[in-house]
């Protein structure tokens, strides 16, 4: 040691050589104890040379030397070769099964915050059709941890759909089931952080011991390490040591593992062993039941005519909806008023952008027509049925209203003269005030055509 002591730094020497320990000499063979397969594969990227000449240095040409390797748990040991003689020839790995490895010793593990969100949990966790494999896959992994079938698991979709929610979930109820499993959740830029901090110190085999004792390990935006290759091998033996010993992995992640660049392939086709699974957008009737729960649990009552138009407008997001809620509830609270629709007309501009659909005369006859169930041809003819007629009139209101057609321009385009057109908005809009059912179809029936449902 004291050969490798004065050729390179104590830092290096003492985070990769301090700790290695020699099991004997025998037969032209060294056993030498090391931390981890991690410190392997830096010993042999970096140090190489001056391991090898040191090696020659005291025991003499054409040493074998193979590696034990000091682990938390019974696993396979693996023992690796290399003749410090040359020492640039090819290294020769060799893994075989064996019983638990003699020099193990058995470390006291120490509790931790798991760095779980108690409100991020499946209770409080709306299900859509945008969500619902993936929730179902999630509930599954939760409830039989024993199961390693999604083995790792890997939730991917754009920013604020849930991703977090669902995998913080997931690791919530292992705990409620389990108070003692090692569960933690961790984002990926964390994670850089916590490795590159313990390099510094020269606590890199603690970290990574650490990391081996997790029995699942939740890491949150795993793109954010792209092109930081010391992380990656980091994670890479953190990953494979954790799977081979039947351990859950859960990642999420802004897109698929085969769209993602700057991974070593090695650790992409381990993202892909298990499941791979996609959260979509949240769509229209999921937005709506997120605001409904989030407005209960934060004990604010929501019209439904304000409920129909967030949802309608805020599109992109989970995220988004819960930030416009949070506008709404302390808008009204320093004007102390109620939360109406014109207050939230006015806050939800400036939450998010509001990419309005492009309403037109054709679309909003084929939208009447739907919610009422009624033939097109219907609102064009000469038909004085109640049904008919109360249609007709939705439509010229609904005209006028969101395409700022003249009264003219609406009365030609369904045989109508413009005196009818302006009794027929007249109608509607002084009935408004006292009909709810009026004032749900008119609601229904414009958010389906800002928002392009039913």
Sequence with gaps: MQFIKDNIDSEPFDSWFKDITSLGFVN????????SPFVVDVLEQRYLDVLGSAIKKVYGPGVTLKYYYRQIGNEPSTTVGIRPSSPSSTIIAQSKAQPANPFVQQQDLKPFNPQLYPRYNFENYCAGNSNKIARAIGETVASNPSVKTFN???VFGPTGVGKTHLIQAIGIRLKENNPDARVLYVNARLFESQFTAASMKGETNNFFHFYQSIDTLIIDDIQDLHNKPATQNTFFHIFNHLHQNNRQIIMSSDCAPAEMEGFEQRLLSRFKWGMSVQLDKPDFELRRDVLRQKSEQEGVELSDEVIEYIAANVC???????????????????????????????????????????VNFELIVEKVCSYYGLEHDCLFTKSRKREISDARQMLMYLAKKLTKMPFTAIGSRIDRNYATVIYSCKNIEERLPIEKKLRDDVNAIETALLSGEF
């Design 28 to 35: 032209n063979e060294l056993k030498l104890m090391l931390t």
């Design 152 to 154: 790792p698991l890997f």
């Design 316 to 358: 992109e997001s989970i995220r988004d909806l819960e930030g416009v809620l949070v506008s709404l509830i302390g808008r009204a609270t320093v004007l102390n008023c109620d939360i109406t629709l014109d207050l939230a007309k006015a806050v939800v501009p400036n939450s998010v952008k509001i990419n309005r659909r492009q």
